[in-house]
């Protein structure tokens, strides 16, 4: 368990409207991640943060943004949420494991609904 | 363009047999890879790894063999039990450090029937 909840869990909301995500980790994790997972597609970056403040875009980050003010936090906004963007969102934290390099944890997931 | 793939959508496997999980990947760059499994409702959780330098690595019933010649690497599960019924997901990622995004293929199904 690496200490990663998600909020909320459960959300249906309307074509439009803004729509925020959090993530919360509670090991001081450096490293931060936001995915989502559709049918056909497994699991996809949206974006990502080494640090406070710092960010960077993943493979469909389109319509997406993300903030980071403290370590334990990780946004995720949707700013005008649209039907493509019903899916299954999943936070991940980064580690060093056992192997040779890090090894990604996630979260429980957030399933999303715009009607 | 897939950089990961895995062509099988699903698996079936008896109890106590090995199973067997391919997959693909296009990118030479890439020299980490890892595997997770997936229930239904939760979130993927990290199952094993293998890095470039090595071309097997085993943790219990788990083995994950790489051919980087062929690009091509498979999970063994060795023997089978219904609990392994999930979907897995093979990863890949250009370097070791925390930043380096991963690249997921899009799953296989397997289902281990008693």
């Known amino acids: 368990d690496a200490g990663i909840t998600q909020s909320p869990r459960h959300k249906v909301t309307e074509t439009g409207t803004p729509v925020t995500l959090r993530c919360h980790q509670t090991?001081?994790?450096?490293?931060m991640y936001w995915y989502r997972q559709d049918p056909g597609h497994g699991l996809r970056l949206i974006h990502y943060?080494?640090?406070?403040?710092?960010?960077d875009k993943g493979e469909v980050s389109d319509g997406y943004s993300v903030s980071r003010s403290k370590t334990e936090d990780f946004l995720l906004t949707l700013e005008s949420a649209t039907s493509s963007q019903t899916s299954v969102y999943f936070c991940?934290?980064?580690?060093f494991g056992q192997g040779d390099g890090y090894e990604q944890y996630f979260g429980p997931g957030t399933r999303l609904t715009v009607t | 363009d897939q950089q990961v793939k895995q062509n099988s959508p699903s698996l079936s496997v008896q109890e106590g047999r090995i199973s067997i999980l391919n997959c693909d990947y296009t990118?030479?760059?890439?020299?980490?890879f890892l595997w997770y499994k997936k229930y239904p409702a939760e979130g993927p959780t990290f199952l094993i790894s293998?890095?470039?330098?090595?071309d097997k690595n085993e943790d219990g019933r788990f083995t994950v063999f790489l051919n980087k010649s062929a690009k091509h690497l498979s999970l063994h599960i060795v023997p089978s039990q219904p609990g392994d019924s999930a979907v897995y997901f093979c990863?890949?990622?250009?370097?070791?450090?925390?930043?380096?995004?991963?690249?997921f293929g899009k799953g296989t199904r397997l289902s281990v029937i008693a």
């Open positions: 991940a934290i980064s580690e």
């Open positions: 090991e001081n994790h450096r490293y």
């Open positions: 943060s080494y640090g406070v403040k710092d960010t």
């Open positions: 990118n030479s760059m890439f020299d980490y």
């Open positions: 293998i890095s470039s330098i090595k």
């Open positions: 990863a890949a990622s250009a370097g070791y450090s925390g930043n380096t995004p991963l690249v």
